[in-house]
């Protein structure tokens, strides 16, 4: 008999083999794993649109507040909270009045959502006074009269206090580099880094 003939010719070759019996349990198992995730895991649950309850660390202390999840950590410190230190200009995360620290960084309190804010300590321009207790920045402002309209001012102090707690005692263009994200329409600049300079030179920043 030729060895390319089969053996059994009168025998039909079964459909069945190891190879597709193999193929066809792996795929079952894919399709029951997938079948069997609970629905609340496949999709996160909603929050909103109506007001949700929420907890802000803000200068140490916790705070309440009902808010819309649309509503931005600016909004809902000036609005909800009576923090009206950082100021709401542009709105739009490009002059930097409203800036704040979170978490240990200098961000937009507009560009932020309240919501998202839960769990990480915020710092305002309120605590550079708090306790009795002024922060060197405040009478370096004062004295180089780094303030004129006042509306850009919490913003770079508060910019200012994060760039001395990355770096303690900058160089001039340290700080013309960590100001880059503040705008003053007044065009103080000057005046504000030599406020900043002057208060680093005291060795303090807490």
Same mark, same amino acid.
């Given at each position: ?6 053996? /059994? ?12 019996? !193999?193929? @066809?349990?792996?795929? @079952? ?10 629905? =609340? ?32 950590? &600016?909004?809902?410190?000036? /609005? ?15 002059c ?16 932020? &959502? ?5 769990g ?13 207790k002024? /922060? ?7 004295? /180089?009269?780094?303030?004129?309209? @006042?509306?850009?001012?919490p ?7 994060g !760039? !001395? ?13 960590? !100001? ?17 300079? =002057? ?8």
């Open positions: 008999m030729n060895d390319l003939e089969p053996k /059994h010719p009168g025998k039909k070759k079964s459909a069945f083999s190891r190879r597709g019996f !193999l193929q @066809g349990v792996g795929a @079952g198992t894919t399709a029951a794993g997938v079948l069997s995730v609970p629905a =609340e895991a496949q999709a996160p649950k909603a929050i909103g649109p109506g007001a949700v309850p929420i907890t802000l660390t803000i200068n140490g202390k916790a705070m309440q507040a009902t808010v819309e999840p649309r509503v931005t950590l &600016l909004d809902c410190m000036r /609005h909800y909270m009576d923090l009206t230190g950082a100021k709401r200009v542009c709105d739009r995360g490009t930097g009045a409203c800036t704040v620290i979170m978490g240990g960084k200098v961000i937009y309190a507009c560009s932020v &959502l309240a919501i998202d804010a839960q990480k300590q915020i710092e305002t321009i309120e605590n550079l006074t708090a306790s009795g002024t /922060h060197p920045l405040v009478p370096a402002f004062v004295k /180089h009269d780094a303030q004129q309209c @006042g509306y850009c001012t913003g770079f102090v508060m910019a200012a206090k !760039l !001395l707690d990355r770096t303690p005692s900058p160089s001039y263009d340290q700080v013309k580099d960590g !100001l880059g994200g503040n705008l003053c329409r007044c065009g103080t600049y000057v005046g504000v880094r030599q406020a900043v300079l =002057e208060a680093a030179k005291g060795g303090r920043n807490g």
